[in-house]
């Protein structure tokens, strides 16, 4: 049996006119999604933000028809749904304000799984991007990370980087700007299916939707948001892949372009990121390991690990192997993860980092020391 608050999830996601973060404020005022269905109208305007033809949208229930309708799709197409206040919904994207409320995934994937990687470029990706892409997912695998490699089945960087994720056995996910119904662009249907063996679709859009341009920048939040490093591989001064590094950036992760010569067009956009600092200049998966602390982490013996953890008791002992499985953590997933209330987490962390076994980060993320 499925989720019985399922079609109001639906239902507020499909909503004209709300967007992610206002549907959001409107959830946290009203107590719960179902109330957001059985206010008055004249109550939503009392919400900031909220206007009459919003109003108007929300009091019109026609939406939760088309949730049921959603709902006897993803049934049959074995498709799971992902709704921001469920335990599901993944830490990472959870941290992005603008995440989308709701999205859907078709594949067997962990979207909490330790190493998530974004690669995204031009779509008239030359030999020298390929060859880089190629070489960069290769060199991941060889290195012994089990990392996942995300980006939008589009052609170009991203077909390139799905494909070399599928030849190293790397599990991949695409993530669509059209319902999962259909595949865009068509040429890559086949590639769909084997990403389907070894990964993941995901799209925040109902069945039906059509590949619209818009769609297409709304989706770049979520390559961005799910992943812990943006690599940018080829790039025009302009196009979709700096969209999504501006949005890496703001949601604090890592972002990492290849410099090109400097007369080359889809190397101008790479080249204005590093020169401007939204970058930092990669040259291969050393660069990742270094700045991502992958190297540190990896290659840690046991013994030291053993030493390390001798003197903890069984809660500080959970929260470092907690850390050490994620590599970073921030305190509000630390708490949810380990159910250890707030102000008794904040007691145990300081001890720790006192202690000389975690460091704090900024943004209140954790790692080990």
Not at 11 to 18: A, D, E, H, P, V
Not at 102 to 131: A, C, H, P, W
Not at 167 to 175: D, G, Q
Not at 260 to 288: H, M, P
Request: glycine share 8%.
């Amino acid at each position: 049996m499925h989720d019985p608050l399922l079609r109001y999830k639906i239902g507020i996601s499909l909503i004209n006119g709300l967007g992610s973060v206002n549907a959001k404020k409107i959830i946290a005022y009203l107590g719960g999604v179902e109330a957001v269905f059985k206010e008055k109208k004249s109550n939503l305007l009392k919400i900031d933000g909220v206007g009459s033809f919003l109003a108007s949208n929300i009091v019109n229930n026609k939406v939760l028809d088309k949730a049921d309708k959603e709902i006897e799709f993803i049934e049959k197409n074995d498709i799971r749904s992902f709704f921001y206040l469920d335990d599901n919904y993944p830490y990472r994207l959870k941290q992005c304000a603008d995440a989308p409320i709701l999205f859907y995934m078709k594949g067997n994937v962990d979207l909490d799984q330790k190493k998530i990687i974004s690669i995204v470029g031009t779509r008239k990706v030359t030999e020298y991007g390929k060859g880089l892409c190629e070489k960069l997912v290769a060199e991941i695998e060889q290195n012994g990370h089990n990392a996942l490699i995300v980006s939008g089945l589009a052609y170009g960087v991203d077909i390139t980087a799905h494909k070399a994720a599928l030849s190293n056995k790397l599990k991949t996910i695409a993530v669509l700007g059209q319902g999962l119904d259909s595949v865009y662009p068509s040429l890559h249907a086949n590639y769909a299916k084997e990403i389907l063996e070894n990964g993941a679709l995901i799209s925040e859009f109902a069945h039906g939707t059509k590949p619209d341009k818009h769609n297409f920048v709304r989706r770049n939040r979520i390559i961005a948001g799910l992943s812990d490093a943006c690599v940018v591989v080829e790039s025009a001064k302009k196009g979709g892949s700096l969209i999504t590094a501006e949005l890496a950036n703001s949601y604090n992760r890592d972002v990492f372009a290849f410099p090109g010569r400097i007369n080359d067009i889809y190397s101008e956009g790479c080249n204005i990121l590093i020169k401007t600092n939204r970058a930092s200049l990669i040259q291969g998966v050393k660069d990742l390991e270094y700045l991502l602390s992958w190297d540190i982490k990896e290659h840690k013996s046991k013994a030291e690990q053993m030493q390390l953890f001798v003197n903890l008791n069984e809660q500080e002992q959970e929260i470092v192997n907690l850390i050490r499985e994620y590599g970073q953590l921030e305190f509000d997933l630390i708490s949810m993860k380990t159910k250890i209330p707030v102000n008794k987490l904040s007691g145990i962390l300081l001890s720790l980092e006192f202690g000389g076994f975690i460091k704090v980060l900024p943004g209140k993320q954790f790692t080990l020391a």
